[in-house]
């Protein structure tokens, strides 16, 4: 997969701190040194590349165990950024504890509730350990090995325990061995690659039969393949669907998205970028 | 919305004690009496219905703000059981705790993740409260007055407080006024009403440009509204989409059905039902 290349690019915010997710994604993302904008929520990142104090923000947009990251969905159609990238990272997660830790000592573990959903497994076989629910799993981690209590673990990945000096109690407690995260790189401007060949849309239909059908066909006639596909109803309105889409174009994207804003009652490009390949 | 009538149904199972958003829409769905079957799993609820330990499963779907149960629509690909019902029950979430207890004193509170995400807002706002995951959101109240710490809170309906004597120190505290969670009713056997009039399918696709948009066409020309598509990567086959789709029809639901049937690579009805008018 390759990396992309953000030319002056110099701050970029992601969630969490050194050994999260959002950071691995962010090196993975950002081919140069940069210099790290760490935030506790994701609406600061939108602030903060908004605002010109980052130049990109890093952002989850779906798990392949735990499905959309909604809140990242709403803030893209409340925030008029762009994506400008797509990156898919593995996700192994792991019980990790202060050394000299045993599991069967363990009997708390705090980590990200997507974190604890896609361990859900592996924590309904041990009722004993009481799930805590943090802001970001490096975050848990490092909490965790503050407070050096052998009874409380947390889960994050190998490079946060790496981090913060704590050991693996239990490797890869997902509960699919196959887990990835989608993240969008997100800018003030949008693209003006040329190597653009996906694009992510937000729109809404009015809720009658055939209208969606309508929309997907003129997306196939401009030879676009739909890679994800969501609706979500929109409060106060029961007669309008709200939908995300990703479609991807072996050329011109752009006359897909034109293809949508034609048909459907309002949308937005969210942003043209380069399909990254997906993981599995 | 007219409740449901299920005839023999005698032992109806669903996640939760009494007072959880499960329970309130197992009595809304279950016109009669009922023996309830309480779990504290949702794979519980399909065993139980499966093995005839239970003549009908609860089951939240989808909520309005935090979207899909993932594991629920596994479930239903996994288990040969038949939706026969759905209900939209309102969700309203308090924060309570013991008598005497005061919003300040609060350093702990305990709820269901997607109630904690409902609640992110109020709760980012009071960074002091740690987050605690529960099975359950009437569990979690459960235990608060089990232990009876005026600083220890529980995120729960207004019947769970009220059924463990807690009282309410903030109200209605989801990120957004209006919050519906959808259920579902599954049964052992399919659906024998007239009055279907809404299906639930899974099916899968190859991954190529207009084969989601030939199906939704054959769902239209059939006179079906889609009321709601969700895409999900398939583990293991990245050139095949699996994806969850809700129709509704004003006749024939039937013919919906055996159109998506002749055109997915592979589909499955997880039942035909009467549809329930949203709240909002």
């Known amino acids: 997969m390759p990396l992309k290349f953000y030319g002056m690019t110099k701050r970029v915010a992601y969630q969490g701190i050194r050994g999260s997710f959002s950071s691995m994604a962010a090196r993975a993302m950002a081919q140069e040194p940069f210099e790290p904008v760490e935030t506790s929520r994701f609406r600061e990142i939108f602030e903060h590349v908004a605002a010109g104090r980052a130049d990109l923000g890093i952002l989850p947009i779906e798990n392949a165990l ?3 990251v909604h809140e990242n969905y ?6 008029q950024l762009s994506i400008v990238a797509e990156h898919y990272l593995p996700v192994e997660l792991h ?7 045993e599991l069967v000592g363990v009997r708390q573990v705090s980590s990200h509730p997507k974190a604890l959903e896609q361990c859900s497994k592996f924590l ?4 004993q350990i009481a799930k805590i629910s943090s802001s970001d799993t490096a975050g848990a981690a490092q909490e965790v090995a503050r407070l050096n209590d052998t009874s409380m673990a947390a889960i ?3 490079e946060a325990a790496c981090e913060q000096g704590l050991q693996i109690l239990a490797r890869s407690i997902q509960n699919h061995g196959m887990n990835a995260t989608r993240f969008v790189a ?24 055939g209208s969606l059908a309508r929309i997907l066909t003129a997306i196939a006639d401009a ?3 739909v890679t994800k596909i969501e609706s979500r109803p929109i409060t106060g309105k029961p007669f309008e669907y709200g939908f995300y889409i990703d479609v991807q174009a072996a050329s011109e994207i752009s006359s897909v998205a034109r293809a949508v804003e034609c048909l459907a009652s309002s949308s937005r490009v969210l942003g043209l970028y380069e399909a990254a390949a997906p993981l599995f």
Chains 1, 2 share one sequence.
Do not use: I, M, W, Y
């Not at 997100?186 to 039969?209: D, E, G, I, M, Y």
């Open 66 to 68: 735990a499905g959309s």
């Open 74 to 79: 709403d803030l893209l159609g409340e925030f």
């Open 95 to 101: 019980l990790v504890a202060p050394v000299g830790a």
């Open 124 to 127: 309904e076989e041990r009722p």
């Open 156 to 158: 994050a990945s190998e």
């Open 186 to 209: 997100v800018r003030a401007a949008p693209n003006t690659t040329s190597a653009a060949n996906k694009c992510s849309l937000l729109f809404t239909l009015p809720h009658q039969p």
């Open 223 to 225: 030879n676009g393949n």
